[in-house]
């Protein structure tokens, strides 16, 4: 049970690793739309 667990977490962290990198990489290509879809969300 504990590999499966194991497998879940890295696989969450690994994803969210990407997501980072996305939006890291959005934030500095356009600023400005990234600025906006931040202002939608609230």
């Known amino acids: ?3 499966g667990e194991y ?3 890295s696989s969450q962290r690994d994803s969210q ?3 980072l990198a996305q939006e890291e ?3 500095a290509e356009t600023p400005e ?3 906006a879809e931040l ?3 609230y």
């Open 25 to 27: 990489r959005e934030l």
């Open 33 to 35: 739309q990234e600025l």
């Open 17 to 19: 690793t990407a997501l």
């Open 7 to 9: 497998v879940s977490v």
């Open 1 to 3: 049970m504990a590999l």
């Open 39 to 41: 202002t939608a969300l």
